[in-house]
């Protein structure tokens, strides 16, 4: 019995370090892959949009005498000082439609989306003199597409402007105490997120109103950004508010989009985790062959292993061709077919479909597919060991194991030779 327990353990050992290498050779592949995918798709459809707060100011301009002395020569310059005065936005009005559009790449995928974008800022003049007040947009990335870009002062379209370095800027001439309203509009696409900043440091906003309409249900907000002041759900998706009257905060407010599965992630995952559903597969035959009295041999475990193994096996390079749930259940086929035709063959038809066939079900299809529930994965697991746990004892509760190991060990001596006569 304790060889019989050795090997089988020498058994298991081996295929952990095999599911170890797979699971840490499609790690690998996978970051690999990421490293130039992940640009790839950039330039293909855009990266992250950050959308700056635009910025209003005015110069003004002071001629100063500056006297130097050169030689021994005293010499007085009139110099032309020109300082930036920063005005306040004094009213924001937003609105954002994110459309979301999944794309795969190699074993990767990419939550790229779509994103409509409508501005309207007022600017004032708050001096009391007329000022040449300038406003300043800035694009969300130097390098993004902006499809029927369109810029208004008081609704009428202006196109006057030229960007510089990603960045534009428009001069109103405004009255003390007058104010005119910039309108800002565009078409775009980016990756991942999507930001609205109102600065790197701590900032005041006046009378800020921004809504965004999502078309996914999956919402989701990074960090140091702020939750929407309403929301309601609308058209499948969210329809969300952000609203002040007179905000001082560092924060942003941001939108993560909804990943999708990547399938060089799960197999990875499920691979490491692999030994645990082989760990109960092997404890259940082995307490059934036991109590039963069936002699298996280390040889059986040994296949039985590489049945299990041929799941993650065949899973690993399938992804790459087929949809994630077609490669599992085909895997899945796969593993369950190749024990139970053995086991058939080894102990019978009824073992082979109900003991083994069951078993591996449970341990190798239902534990694999746990991963598929995110969050949930750890809790899955967890109540699968205590219930196999539950039927274990409750199956095993009456016997007398003394007695068991007893049989079982006299079962596997060579009978005695019969006595002379």
């Given at each position: 019995m304790?060889?019989?327990?050795?090997?089988?353990?020498?058994?298991f050992?081996?295929?952990c370090?095999a599911?170890a290498i797979?699971g840490?050779?499609?790690s690998?592949?996978?970051?690999?892959?990421?490293?130039?995918?992940h640009?790839?798709?950039?330039?293909?459809?855009?990266?992250t949009?950050y959308q700056k707060q635009p910025?209003?100011?005015?110069?003004?301009?002071?001629?100063?005498?500056r006297?130097?002395?050169?030689?021994?020569?005293?010499r007085t310059?009139?110099?032309?000082?020109?300082?930036?005065?920063s005005l306040?936005?004094?009213?924001s009005?937003?609105d954002?439609?994110?459309d979301?559009?999944?794309?795969?790449?190699?074993l990767l995928?990419y939550?790229?989306?779509?994103?409509d974008?409508?501005?309207s800022y007022?600017?004032?003049?708050?001096t009391?003199e007329?000022?040449?007040?300038?406003f300043?947009?800035?694009?969300?990335?130097?390098?993004?597409?902006?499809?029927?870009?369109a810029?208004?002062v008081d609704?009428?379209s202006?196109?006057?402007?030229?960007?510089?370095?990603?960045r534009l800027?428009?001069?109103?001439?405004l009255?003390?105490?007058?104010?005119?309203?910039?309108?800002?509009?565009?078409?775009?696409r980016?990756?991942g997120q999507?930001?609205?900043?109102f600065g790197?440091?701590?900032?005041q906003?006046r009378?800020?109103d921004?809504?965004?309409?999502?078309?996914?249900e999956?919402?989701?907000?990074?960090?140091?950004?702020?939750?929407?002041?309403?929301?309601?759900?609308?058209?499948?998706?969210?329809?969300?508010n952000?609203?002040?009257?007179?905000?001082?905060?560092g924060?942003q407010?941001?939108?993560?989009m909804?990943?999708?599965?990547?399938p060089?992630?799960?197999v990875?995952?499920?691979?490491f985790?692999?030994p645990?559903s082989?760990?109960l597969?092997?404890f259940?035959?082995?307490?059934?062959?036991?109590?039963r009295?069936?002699?298996?041999?280390?040889?059986?475990?040994?296949f039985l292993?590489?049945?299990?193994?041929?799941?993650?096996?065949?899973?690993a390079?399938?992804v790459?061709?087929?949809?994630i749930?077609?490669a599992?259940?085909?895997?899945?086929?796969?593993?369950?077919?190749l024990?139970?035709?053995y086991?058939?063959l080894?102990?019978?038809a009824?073992?082979a479909?109900?003991?083994?066939?069951l078993?591996?079900?449970?341990?190798?299809?239902?534990f694999s597919y746990?991963?598929?529930?995110?969050?949930?994965t750890?809790?899955a697991?967890t109540?699968?060991?205590?219930?196999?746990?539950?039927?274990?004892?409750?199956l095993?509760?009456?016997?007398?194991?003394?007695?068991?190991?007893?049989?079982a060990k006299?079962?596997?001596?060579?009978?005695?030779?019969?006595?002379?006569?």
């Amino acid at each position: 019995m304790s060889k019989q327990i050795g090997a089988i353990t020498v058994i298991f050992v081996f295929t952990c370090v095999a599911w170890a290498i797979i699971g840490g050779t499609t790690s690998v592949r996978t970051a690999s892959q990421d490293a130039i995918l992940h640009k790839e798709v950039s330039q293909l459809w855009g990266s992250t949009q950050y959308q700056k707060q635009p910025e209003a100011h005015y110069i003004t301009e002071e001629t100063v005498a500056r006297t130097s002395t050169v030689e021994g020569v005293t010499r007085t310059e009139q110099i032309v000082e020109r300082t930036r005065h920063s005005l306040l936005i004094e009213g924001s009005s937003i609105d954002v439609a994110l459309d979301l559009e999944h794309r795969k790449k190699g074993l990767l995928w990419y939550a790229t989306y779509g994103v409509d974008f409508a501005g309207s800022y007022e600017i004032k003049n708050t001096t009391e003199e007329t000022r040449d007040i300038i406003f300043s947009y800035a694009f969300p990335t130097t390098g993004g597409i902006y499809d029927d870009f369109a810029l208004s002062v008081d609704e009428e379209s202006d196109s006057s402007y030229q960007p510089v370095d990603g960045r534009l800027t428009r001069t109103v001439v405004l009255e003390a105490g007058e104010s005119a309203t910039v309108g800002v509009s565009y078409r775009s696409r980016g990756m991942g997120q999507w930001w609205y900043s109102f600065g790197e440091s701590v900032s005041q906003i006046r009378n800020f109103d921004l809504t965004m309409h999502t078309d996914f249900e999956a919402i989701d907000f990074p960090d140091n950004s702020m939750s929407p002041t309403t929301k309601k759900p609308a058209d499948g998706g969210w329809e969300l508010n952000w609203k002040y009257t007179n905000l001082i905060s560092g924060i942003q407010i941001g939108m993560v989009m909804p990943q999708k599965l990547n399938p060089g992630p799960f197999v990875a995952r499920v691979s490491f985790f692999a030994p645990v559903s082989l760990f109960l597969f092997f404890f259940m035959i082995f307490l059934i062959t036991t109590v039963r009295g069936i002699k298996l041999h280390p040889m059986n475990y040994f296949f039985l292993a590489a049945a299990f193994f041929s799941f993650h096996l065949l899973l690993a390079y399938l992804v790459d061709h087929v949809n994630i749930h077609i490669a599992c259940a085909a895997s899945s086929v796969v593993s369950i077919g190749l024990v139970v035709s053995y086991m058939r063959l080894v102990l019978g038809a009824r073992f082979a479909f109900v003991e083994a066939g069951l078993s591996q079900f449970v341990y190798l299809v239902l534990f694999s597919y746990a991963f598929f529930l995110e969050g949930y994965t750890g809790l899955a697991i967890t109540i699968c060991c205590i219930l196999t746990l539950f039927v274990v004892m409750q199956l095993t509760g009456r016997i007398d194991w003394e007695k068991q190991l007893a049989q079982a060990k006299q079962a596997g001596k060579p009978p005695l030779p019969p006595p002379v006569g």
